[in-house]
C-alpha cells in the first residue's frame, strides 16, 4: 500500500494569513494527488484534483503544487470558513488511501 | 445535480453484517466515466477506502477488508450497496458513499453522500 503523510498534523491561523499544508507519499504517485476539506459532522468536500487542477466552485485562493513524492496545498489568504480538516488522497493504485489529516484552526 | 444518500441501520450486533445503500439522484450510475465508492471515517479519526464499483458490476476492494466485504450496483434502481459482514467494534464509523471521477484528467472523489454513523454494539 501506498503510505501518505501529511505536515503539520495541526496548524493555527489568522484569517488573511498564507497556510501550507505539506502531503508526501512513500513512493512514486505521478499526479494522482486529491485534496479534501472537511468541516465537522460534514463529508469530506473535493478541492483540488490532479495535484494542481482546481475542482469546479472552489474559490482560486486554493491552489495545488507537486509531483512524484511530494505535494503541497497552499491557502493564499485564509478565509473563516476555511477553518477545517483538510486530507490528501491519492489515486495512483489501490488500495486508495489518504492522509491523517492536517486541522486548521483559528489562532 | 448529482447527490448521493445512504441509508441503513444505524447499529449493528457485533458478528452481523453491516448493511448499507446508497442511492443516486440527479445522475446516472452507469455512466461510464464513473465508478462508486464507499469510505468510512471512525469517530474523531481520518478516512478509509472501503472499495469501489462499476456499473457492470467490476469491482475493487481494500485488501485490509476483502475478505469480509461485497459491493454490489443496481442499475434498475439507480443504487449501489455495502456488505461487511462479522463486525466488531473497530467497524463503527461513519460511512459514505460516493462517485469517483475516472477521467484522463485524474481520478478523484468528486461528490460525496452526507454519511451515515454505524454503531456496533450488542
Known amino acids: 500500500d501506498i503510505q501518505m503523510t501529511q505536515s503539520p498534523s495541526s496548524l493555527s491561523a489568522s484569517v488573511g494569513d498564507r497556510v501550507t499544508i505539506t502531503c508526501r507519499a512513500s513512493?512514486?504517485?505521478?499526479?494522482?494527488l486529491n485534496w479534501y476539506q472537511q468541516k465537522p459532522g460534514k463529508a469530506p468536500k473535493l478541492l483540488i484534483y490532479a495535484a494542481s487542477s482546481l475542482q469546479s466552485g472552489v474559490p482560486s485562493r486554493f491552489s495545488g503544487s507537486g509531483s512524484g513524492t511530494d505535494f503541497t496545498l497552499t491557502i493564499s489568504s485564509l478565509q473563516p470558513e476555511d477553518f477545517a480538516t483538510y486530507y490528501c488522497?491519492?489515486?495512483?493504485?489501490?488500495?486508495?488511501?489518504f492522509g491523517p489529516g492536517t486541522k486548521v484552526d483559528i489562532k | 445535480q448529482l447527490q448521493l444518500q445512504e441509508s441503513g441501520p444505524g447499529l449493528v450486533k457485533p458478528s452481523e453484517t453491516l448493511s448499507l445503500t446508497c442511492s443516486v439522484s440527479?445522475?446516472?450510475?452507469?455512466?461510464?466515466?464513473?465508478?462508486w465508492g464507499w469510505i468510512r471515517q471512525p469517530p474523531g479519526k481520518g478516512l478509509e477506502w472501503i472499495g469501489s464499483i462499476y456499473y457492470s458490476g467490476s469491482t475493487y476492494y481494500n485488501p485490509s477488508l476483502k475478505s469480509r466485504v461485497t459491493i454490489s450496483v443496481d442499475t434498475s434502481k439507480n443504487q449501489f450497496s455495502l456488505k461487511l459482514s462479522s463486525v466488531t467494534a473497530a467497524d463503527t464509523a461513519v460511512y459514505y458513499c460516493a462517485r469517483f471521477d475516472n477521467t484522463a484528467m485524474g481520478s478523484h472523489f468528486d461528490c460525496w453522500g452526507q454519511g451515515t454513523l454505524v454503531t456496533v454494539s450488542s
Open positions: 488522497q491519492q489515486s495512483h493504485s489501490t488500495p486508495f488511501t
Open positions: 513512493q512514486s504517485i505521478s499526479s494522482y
Open positions: 440527479g445522475g446516472s450510475i452507469s455512466s461510464s466515466s464513473y465508478y
